[in-house]
């Protein structure tokens, strides 16, 4: 999963970032509302709750976090009605990307992602052609700090017997994967352990990382993720690339 790892760093990096422009409340904002749509109690809403904690980690201003939801709700409806799309793409050297939308607008969204395709060099892949080489997973992070003096043994089997498939432990760190219906049985033993995560989500992990060793490749491939992720319309990116 190291590749996976990469890249998932490299998004975090870069939402901490974001979060000085507008366009990353829109992106959180929209995933609230879509979030939202199936129920306006986070605490009921599980999918709620993990978009909130999202617009949290950015900052977002509660009323911001407010308005998403009403407008998902109903409430504040302003005409426009949110959907969840995946779009697959082929880059160079063998790998491959899924990039996941929230849009009330498939037109617009299809055409940026067209434009950038053209100049980066990817290929618009159909349904399933992409998707396959990828298993969709729950992710939840603890700080390596909260750690610290607790018996990390009895912890770690804790987490497996709550619904862990792997824990990746770095310096920093660790990762915890889970099935998508187990995340939030899992986030609730790690809270009843008297931890808190860093980050509660849903990610996508390639089964097998496509090997990139060629520096010039490299450099298209994450000029294409890059690219890719600046889309107003798009959430998340991932890739199989790895090096």
Not at 174 to 196: D, F, V
Request: proline share 3%; charged share 25%.
């Amino acid at each position: 999963m190291s590749g996976h790892n990469k890249w998932a760093k490299i998004a975090r990096k870069k939402g901490v970032s974001d979060a000085k422009r507008g366009a990353m409340f829109t992106k959180v904002g929209n995933l609230i509302s879509i979030a939202a749509s199936k129920g306006g109690d986070p605490d009921a809403n599980f999918q709620l709750r993990l978009a909130i904690e999202k617009a949290r980690e950015i900052n977002m201003p509660k009323d911001n976090i407010d308005r998403s939801i009403k407008r998902g709700t109903g409430e504040g409806n302003d005409g426009k009605v949110f959907e969840e799309v995946s779009y697959e793409v082929f880059g160079p050297a063998g790998s491959a990307f899924i990039a996941h939308a929230v849009t009330d607008n498939r037109n617009r969204t299809i055409t940026d992602i067209k434009t950038i395709l053209n100049k980066t060099g990817g290929n618009l892949g159909a349904s399933g052609s992409v998707m396959w080489m990828f298993e969709n997973k729950g992710l939840i992070i603890i700080p390596i700090e909260q750690l610290a003096n607790k018996n990390t043994d009895e912890i770690e089997l804790n987490l497996i017997d709550a619904g862990a498939d792997n824990i990746e432990k770095s310096d920093e760190e660790w990762e915890i994967y889970t099935a998508p219906e187990k995340l939030q049985e899992t986030n609730k033993a790690i809270t009843a352990m008297g931890l808190n995560p860093k980050e509660s989500t849903l990610t996508c992990l390639a089964k097998e990382q496509v090997k990139i060793s060629d520096p010039s490749i490299q450099t298209k491939i994450e000029n294409l993720y890059n690219a890719l992720d600046e889309i107003g319309d798009i959430n998340n990116v991932y890739t199989n690339a790895e090096w």
